[in-house]
């Protein structure tokens, strides 16, 4: 088993762990918030199973159904996670908002303390397995791990500000906010899915590269090129963490095809060593020709 799956399998069982936890402490004291995040948990968890499972496929090599690979697998399984944490946030903001509307109900002082533990507690599980996740999704320019770490990471300020919460409710009885600090972390929780959808979604539409990567392409082919050689019709894309380029190159009528296909292989390896995962294609013809 590889790294990316070996991380991802990390995040499966943190997030079970937490699950347990949380459900258990938010049923015992009917807190609104500790079970929204229970929730966000949750969901954590099937995205996390989600992450395993695509980067599994993703790594796999092509073949002849999937000749350019399975990289888009991971963007699949972003997406999909994107949806789940709106569709999650939607049923925490419907219930927190019936929870002011029908009136406070008080938790315990041992539900309030109990909880306060269990919020701690994960916060700081979730800070040390979403650092592991980042710093692996990093390595590897994984985007499904980088979707599992930023909903782990989104559980850091969630779980801290409902650990709080509690606290103050305990020392205030101010038990309205704990209604309200469901809806705080379930818009959080919004905004995540927001980012993790936009990014995740692209490369699913063919986008092109950031534009710092074109720029850095398009500067790395015209190092290369000399009197009578040219270039255009340059495209990119993303699949999951494989980058794709495509470009024509024009050369000289009377270029010998040695020298012609010498000039692609040295752009190729310095495209190569300066973007990762990267694949280059390059159709080379006379100058003055634009196929």
């Given at each position: 088993m590889n790294i990316k799956s070996k991380t991802a399998r990390l995040s499966i069982w943190s997030n079970t762990l937490l699950i347990i936890l949380n459900t258990i402490v938010g049923i015992f004291s009917g807190s609104v918030s500790i079970i929204s995040e229970a929730v966000h948990t949750l969901i954590d968890l099937m995205a996390a199973v989600m992450a395993f499972y695509s980067v599994k496929i993703a790594e796999k090599p092509a073949d002849k159904s999937h000749p350019f690979g399975h990289g888009k697998f991971e963007n699949i399984s972003g997406v999909v996670e994107a949806i789940l944490i709106f569709v999650a946030s939607g049923w925490i903001i419907y219930h927190a908002v019936n929870r002011l509307i029908d009136g406070e109900q008080m938790i315990g002082e041992y539900g309030l303390t109990l909880g306060f533990m269990v919020m701690m507690v994960s916060a700081i599980v979730n800070l040390i397995v979403s650092r592991r996740l980042y710093k692996v999704a990093k390595e590897t320019d994984s985007i499904a791990l980088k979707a599992?770490?930023?909903?782990?990471?989104?559980?850091?300020?969630?779980?801290?500000?409902?650990?709080?919460?509690?606290?103050?409710?305990?020392?205030?009885?101010?038990?309205?906010?704990?209604?309200?600090?469901?809806?705080?972390?379930?818009?959080?929780?919004?905004?995540?899915?927001?980012?993790?959808?936009?990014?995740?979604?692209?490369?699913?539409?063919?986008?092109?590269?950031?534009?710092?990567?074109?720029?850095?392409?398009?500067?790395?082919?015209?190092?290369?090129?000399?009197?009578?050689?040219?270039?255009?019709?340059?495209?990119?894309?993303?699949?999951?963490?494989?980058?794709?380029?495509?470009?024509?190159?024009?050369?000289?009528?009377?270029?010998?095809?040695?020298?012609?296909?010498?000039?692609?292989?040295?752009?190729?390896?310095?495209?190569?060593?300066?973007?990762?995962?990267?694949?280059?294609?390059?159709?080379?013809?006379?100058?003055?020709?634009?196929?």
């Open positions: 599992d770490a930023l909903h782990l990471s989104t559980h850091v300020y969630t779980s801290s500000g409902v650990g709080i919460s509690l606290a103050v409710i305990y020392f205030t009885g101010w038990h309205f906010l704990d209604p309200i600090a469901a809806i705080v972390v379930a818009s959080y929780i919004l905004k995540e899915a927001f980012e993790i959808l936009i990014e995740a979604f692209k490369p699913l539409a063919d986008a092109s590269l950031p534009e710092n990567e074109v720029t850095l392409i398009d500067q790395t082919i015209r190092s290369n090129l000399r009197a009578g050689i040219d270039y255009h019709m340059l495209r990119t894309r993303k699949a999951g963490s494989d980058r794709e380029v495509d470009f024509h190159l024009e050369v000289p009528g009377e270029m010998t095809v040695s020298d012609s296909h010498g000039l692609c292989d040295n752009i190729e390896h310095q495209l190569q060593n300066k973007l990762p995962n990267l694949k280059v294609t390059i159709h080379v013809e006379p100058e003055g020709y634009h196929g």
